[in-house]
């Protein structure tokens, strides 16, 4: 166990000493996935940062609306690609592959989206969010018009500009405190189940 | 009134028809600072996302800690110039001319930190700040140990980067919705008091 | 007086030193605003070149031609953001200022002219002008043809290019130089006059 | 089959039709690997370009030298993910995965070799690589000493860059037509072998 | 001699001591030209390296198709010019000259595609090949459909491509190997014939 | 005549229509070089920025000083070659080769300083230069010493820095107006005379 590499640069706390809150949602999470994603083990270092953090990506990530749970999957493996984000690429990348059920729609994303096996709409979706993650100040009522042409509401494009903002922030921190995917992830998706 | 520019691209709610929750907190802030900031308004669209937006702010912008409020705002003044965000230049910039008690210094970091009435501490800061800001792919070892040469420990690192990272969310919703910066915050703390 | 900050890290000769003619329009310009903008006292460091500076400044910002002062002053304060030259960002945004008579203008254009309280036309003049400064090399007859379309002759166009392109000249001179904003500047225009 | 998504924007001969030698290279190449890469069919359209891209292949994964099979795999992988190319990073993204008997090591490497599980002579293999991939004008002694400093000779130096800039081709030929990995590359070298 | 410049930062073996095959290459080059361009005598460090290059070479420069002589070395010329690359400029600018009988046509190209003297077909060509050579990730239909507009079918199109992914190779190989071009190139085709 | 191309996308004035300085110094450069520099005549369409142009080149260009006139040309090279302006890169790459009597000294900086036949000190002269050409805000004094290390005073690197400047804006002018470069410079100072 000792020779694991570390899942962070900064000091990972245990299970057992964290506020009860906590330990409570990184339990939930390893009883329903198996195991407990290191993000949750990463930012418990810091417990506020910890309850905010995953308040957003609940608000984000678990509310209706007019995106697919796959398809806000793919705003994050677009965007933590463009931003080179360990973490986030093969940890998300093994959610959308199980949401999209599709082995290989996480590496095609993650590489170069426009490459992937995607409808127009979703690559129109992935263009707004890259242009958020990278150039966000050049963004105008020219990009929310081209959502439209593709049906997505104003309400949509909220979503698709909060998730790839979220992860902007989410890919800093992954990067800052070499956090380290677990090693289950790589693999999650791939093998379709008989 | 109908007349006044648009602050958010998105509808803006009005403060009665908010829930308690964020009512409360609207009000406490007018209270404080004689205005609603915009920012609050604009995110009252989503409540969900207010609650855990303003939650991180308060984690990472109150917490003790061995960063000044006034270097944290530095952190953020930077890193939003270097991203062309005008609210989070503006509006923090008017916060951090009232902590530093310092009429130039928020112009000066936002345009160009190198240039700014500055200790090669907080230099050595916002140069950690706007590579999280902008490379955060590329941060190394290295970077860690150019901070602790002027005394910040690793958990102010974690707090600088953190900080960067936030805001990189902030800058991108903020570029997103076109939000606009309250005209009190463009004189704040520019005039010394008698 | 000797604590006061360095306006150049070059010298800084005295004005009793000056050759007659800079004297002259140090003096000017010092009677006419109450006090002597710094980029005189340090271009004065080399009499030539001052003469040149200012004989091709003036050539540009004072004559006749389709573009009023105001805009010619965008053209500087948006440029001047783009190249990150805390100086021109601010003695020119508060020229701006006070000849818009707008307190928040100057501040909007140097972080992201596209959310700048600005007519189409304004902007598509900030587009040409913010293209010439970063990416001259591109320049088409596309882009003159979006000026015309905005009511640009193609001597405006020259007006707004001839700008940009001087001012990429003395933002890197400032830069160099590091040139000091005077502190008198901060302040111009931002309070109404009664 | 009709239904099969397109591995090229141009058209793919039948191996039927393709002049003997290449026939025999891609049945050679399908009897030991199973099935047959698409980089064969697609340069297929061009067999003397698809006779020299190989000869070219070989001379530089294939020769005896300094760097071991499966370094040369991740210069590959490396440089592919900086230049976002889909077929590269999948491809021999699969064959490092074999070749280190590491699962995990291709993605790590192809989002950011800064993050992967390399010891500090293979980091350095990869940032010299990378450097040639993006910015080979700046190529300077300097950084042959730093290879130097990690053991590597000058032909070393020559087989990383030469690797990286064959590669600069090969990632400029799939991105041009839109070439498609097979989908037997995705799980290669990811489920150990009992 | 002795004092000449290297003309690689690598071994130049001499021509006697190189396998039959190159030695002949060489020599009926020499002959042709009158001097040996030195990319033979630098790649010739590496017999099999340089076999697959020349093949490749002549794969696509020295085939029948729909670009002229002149049009593929203007390619060359351009994408060296955007890589910086010295060899290339220099050597394949002396070709272009004498294929184009030109005599600025090469300093045209590789200072600035937009502004030397070309037919709407030919910027639109090196447009579609600067762009392979910068950002090929971003190659879409839509780039092909600006090709055909001018008359160049897809295979035309796969040639302009080759011709930027090869010299994207030769480029980073003359770059990292500091390759220097042969006096006799600078003057060839400069000075009409009488 | 009238197929000649045009030297520049606005109105060329006939020189007996100039005033008398600017067609005295007109008619003085042409009997010293053998015909006028396009330069003279695009910029004549403007008789004030036309003084004041040329009288800032000749305090930069034509001033005593640490740097020989060919140190100058090779900065103003340097800079236009990183800023692709056809104008400048011809027009000054043909001065530079007849004061520094070397026939390829020009291309080789303008494609790419690092690679040409230059000394330690005038690499670092160029460093400096293409460093304000491109990137001025990040300016700082260690730049400062590096020049010092080579010889440099400060004066010299106010020199280095303002050739730069000036031709930062002198590049983005040609760039504007499509200055075209007359066909004698490309050949001169390549024939050695006898």
Known sequence: ???????????????????????????????KAGFVPNVFLVLAHRPDEFRAFFAYHDALMLKEGGLS???????????????????????????LRIYEKHPFIADQIAVNHRKADLTPRRR????????????SSEISEADYAGLREHGFTDEDAWDIAAIAAFFAMSNRLANMASMRPNDEFYLMGRVPKR
Chains 1, 2, 3, 4, 5, 6 share one sequence.
């Open 1 to 31: 166990m000792s020779d694991a590499p570390a899942i962070s640069r900064f000091p990972v706390p245990a299970i057992a000493d964290l506020p009860e809150d906590l330990r409570g949602r990184i339990l939930e999470v390893q009883d």
């Open 69 to 95: 749970k796959a398809e806000r999957e793919m705003i994050v493996v677009a965007t933590s690609g463009a931003n080179n984000c360990l973490y986030c690429v093969v940890a998300h990348g093994a959610i």
């Open 124 to 135: 129109a979706m992935l263009d707004f969010a890259v242009k958020v993650a990278l150039r």
